[in-house]
């Protein structure tokens, strides 16, 4: 079988985000690592590959710096890697994204092309889900579950009142949800051999430079402070934290 | 200018608050530019919510007509898709409620009518003149951004999280033409197997809105009745400090913490947990927290936006009551 | 004339040259069975233990001729004290009368006969045979010993041997009315036995029982070395080729080396000759198991077992790996230079093997061996190697297997994940976003380096000092002393990360090394050449595994420097404080047995006032709080916990507080008083101290 997976490079979900001047997100001294649910994907591509045999194709829109992410996926056990690399790839949209990507996967003949549903950073949620309709491949949604069946797949899916059990003639495009895999811990050995693959890196062809979206402004969300205590008796405490978990924090 | 759409999933008896939510970001937009709104109406052939949705604001309701209960939301999309292109004017927006059925439905109509998407939208403003504006939360909502559609652009499809925008006020007068479109009849790629509707057990820990916490202040498994009742009205997963779990009152699979699980909530409640940094570092991440302690000193007031100093089984409940009377 | 006294040597036996052609057989098993040893510690990696060879050799001096070390153990220790004496005592003997039968010389008479030979030897004598019986006893009683048969065959021998000699000695002094006899009280006892008895019945006995006392010694002679005997040759040169690093100095690992091809110990072959040697020389005494935390909770470890199931499996496995590598080595000069390098397992792998060496070479030496669960239970406290009379290594062992565990296998408990992922991506075990580092210190005032570049002293509050809300208020209580003292110092902010220690105890050594570069690279381009620390474990990466990796730096224990400051009386209010109660002190493994540092806590809790209290294991044999070697981010499922323990022992003296010199053990015993039900108040000794300033 052979996988091919999409792979992003994150800012780590736990960076305090700085923006700079002009409301770009600032990554000078960020942690930059791979995606969680790229990770998700990657993970259960290569548990398939163990279990099935075939290869796991690692496709990446990014700079240079983002063959850190993907040496990470090939520590994971990917046997290879491709870089579609754009210096303004941050600045693309997911429209564009989606286009170079389907563009570079095509010719590959995979059988199962994997991906998270979003991202941990701009959580535009649709690459995977435009990559299915550009290459017109049946797509499993936040996936939970992919096992191969009957020569094609069958996955559980994340619905809006719980699970469906699916199955998919192959190639199929999955979108992994958290609970796909659980990635595991490359070893310095796989580490050291990840480091020996090399990675192809092919310049990335926009179909269209100009961009579908116009961010208007970026502003730094007040991070949670802490430390309020809602006074009062009980019963008037919870009645207030309820009034202000609804009209404050609009959570409920 | 182009109306305003907005997609109804018509299926439970009762619609559901969201949809009253997209209505009233829809006519905000309707009136700003002068536009109408239509509601496409699905898993509803009935169309028993048509009235409700005029009252809620829509000028015209599309009945999707379907032999299938549900629409699969591939069939949502590209019904959508075709309704787009036979439109006599595109619509200027099409929204859908956030939610797993948008996830892989809006994507693949985005793609269908080469539109821009704004996925888990929590504000939606009326820019004077121009496109709509979407409000998004990116980065673990660390980050607030404005976008909106270059120019030029026709159609923008937006997914909208619950609970984010104010919803339309009811007006029962208001009425609403109903027409009917049939759902896209092109078979499904895939074969679906079974649904396992989640509504019995409860929601994974790690993936659920709201978790419900309980720690050594329980005082015994027993403790663990409050926090169940009270997750259980709230549909939150239920999770665990390491002395609760040490002392064998609930399985290791709720724990959270840095040796158990991870958890990101919308809302995390926080009952009789002390909030060391071992508990910290698997809840740290939710967006909004509440604490119940009854001491005041406990370190988990440090991380909590809100604060009850009092006995757990005396708040917790009336927190349940009070949520009940508020719903 | 008055007659010297002495006594007829070897009386009534005829033919005794017999023994020597027998003692050389004897000396010769001994001998066979030394070198199948010796091949076994052989086949381990390569390790210089012959520095420093006059230290060696005092401490060889000490602690295994003279048993100072084994001697600390009362009852046991005393007890081998007296049969080791007395077993010297009783080889002089021999030796002198052999001297005299065989070389002529006139030994056996005088005083030294009266006063050595026969009252002392008497003495001896008696004392060896009743510690023997002790020791049988003892045995007997104690299940815990985990005796074999072994262990009775031994001191049953030995008993023998020596009541044989003294019922021989009797006989003699019954067949040769001796009129010395009152000098060997003893055989004069025995003797009475055989009043009325024949010369030729006397005889016919002495001679019978003679050989069948030469014939048991000489038996143990030649399975000296092949039994627990051995330890006699093994012990004091364990002794001598012990680790004279600083204590808890683990093996430099070049990560920067391109050819680096394996890490840590996956065989046993992996491990170190001296590793080895250890699993031979260990007797089973029993201490270190008795010392174990983690034991003693009812963990899946013992120290103990650890040594012996590592020395049963080198037993079967060194012996094909001893021809192995021979075979290599042969075919490496035959091949010449250039031969590309293998692992241990690679050679193994690539051997040609009957079927039952194959199995006994793909045993895994964690899993088959050692069992994972007691590999992670182990809190690398130390407890057990500073009981060891041997003096013998148990925790580098440990984190040699786990280095290859985690960098090779990526076989850990799963919870670590999520610590590793953290250091790495944030530099802190909790993963908390590394730019809130510095959060702390809103409201406090502390100069950042970069405010004051010349402050004499860099402040490292650690991640726990940092992150942790509890401990952070240790870290205040540090900043307002200081300042208080007149310190100069300042910190790094956010550009300070995790120092590494857990991850490298916990067998990741890619992510200290990460960690710990970083850091030295800061620390340098900062030009830092003294460091204030609050937590033992961050002393212990800074101080002594940074070296390693070229960073230097004079790092202080705040205990310390809290110490010396008061001293100086540059905390004078603390001075006038008047008594804080009665305050319980728990010693920090890391502060305490790996840094020597036990009077500096001790010394602060008395300056804020405090009435020093001591719980039953403290000072060097403190019990670990349970959060060392990394078991702080690991769960504790199996058996009691080890937190809880402790706490527990402490709560025992009745204490008004507990206090702690490091930030895991301020959790542990938090965590530990809440679960014993117990509000006794536990602080940091820097809190305890500040509180003077509070009033």
Redesign the interface.
Known sequence: MNIVVCVKQV???????E?DGEGA?NLEGQ?L?IDPYSEFAVERAVQLTEEHGGTVTLVCLGDAGCAAALRHGLAMGASEAVLLEDDRWRER???GA?AVLADAIRPMGADLVMGG??S???????????V???LD??????ATSCEVADGGI?VL?????????????LP?VVAA???LA?P?????????GARRKKIDTRPAVPADD????????????P??T?????EGA??E???E??R???EE???? | MADMWVGVNGAEEALRQVNAEMMGAARLLADAAGAKVTAVLYNDASARHAEALAALGADRVAVVESSQDALP??TLGRTLARMVADAAEAPAVVLLAD???A??A???L???IG??????VVGIEAASGGAP?FV????????????????G?ATVVA?VRR??LAPAEADGSRTAEVVRVPADATA????????????SDRV?L??AD?VVSGGRGLGGPEGFAVIEALADALGAAIGASRPAVDNGWIDIQYQVGQTGKTVAP??YIACGISGSIQHAAGMA?S????AINKD?EAEI???????????LF??VP??QA??AR?A | MEEVPTREVLWNVSVHWVIYPLFVLALGCAVYFFVRRWRLWKIGLPEDRSDHPKERLFGMFRDALLQVKVAERRGPGFVHVAMYTAMIILLIATVTVAAQADLGLPLVQGDFYLYFLSLAVDIAGAAFCVAMVACIVRRLVNKSLESKPEDFIVLGALLTIGVTGFVLEGLRIAGTDDPWSAWSPVGDLFAGLFAGWSAEQISALHLGLWYFHMALAFGLIAWWTYCKLVHVLLVPRAVYSRSLAPKGELPFIDMEDEG?L??GAGTLEELTWKDLFDTQACIRCNRCQEACPAFACGKPLSPKALMQDLGAELEQRGPIVYRLQHEAARNGEDAGEGAEPVTAADLVAAADLSEAERAVVDRTLVGDVISPDALWSCTTCGACMEVCPAMLEHVPKIVKMRTYQ?????A?P?EA?AT??NME??GNPW??????RSKWTEGLDVPTLADNPDAEYLYWPGCSGAFDTRNRKVSAALVRLLKEAGVSFAILGNDEKCCGDSARRMGN??VYFMLASENIATLDACGVKKIIVQCPHCYQALARDYPQLGGHYEVVHHSVLLAQLLAEGRLPKAAERAAAGRICVHDSCYLGRYQDVYDEPRAVVRGAGGNVVEMERCGSHSFCCGAGGGRMWLEEDAGERVNVARAAQALATSPDAVATSCPFCLTMFSDGMVSEDADVPVRDIAEILAGAYDD
């Open positions: 800012i780590d979900t736990e960076a305090v985000i923006l997100v942690t690592v949209d997911a429209v989606a549903w979003k941990g950073d701009t959580a535009a949620a649709q690459v995977m889900g435009r299915a309709a550009l491949l049946p797509l499993a949604s936040m069958r899916c994340e619905v809006d009142d719980g699970v469906e059990a699916s199955d998919l003639p199929a949800q958290q609970g659980e595991r811990y490359p070893s310095v050995r796989d580490v050291m100009a961009s579908a979206v116009v961010v208007l402004s970026r502003e730094l969300k991070a949670r802490g430390g309020r205590i809602v009980p019963a405490a919870v009645a934290t309820v202000l978990l609804a924090a609009k959570v409920l | 939301p591939e939610g797993a059925e996830r892989a809006a994507p693949a985005a793609q269908a539109a821009p998407l704004f996925s888990d504006v998004r939360e990116p980065y673990t909502a660390k980050v607030v951004e404005r976008v909106q559609a270059a120019p652009t997914t609970s984010a499904l790629a895939r074969s679906i197997a079974e649904v396992v509707r989640a509504a994974d790690t993936e709201v919308a809302l991440a967006k909004c927290v509440v005041p007031f440090a991380l909590a936006d809100y604060g009850i100093v009092a006995d005396e708040a009336l927190l009070e949520l508020r | 680096l394996t890490m985690v960098s090779m296998e990526s850990f799963p994940q590793f992922r991506n944030n993963g908390l976003g590394w730019q809130t050594e890619f």
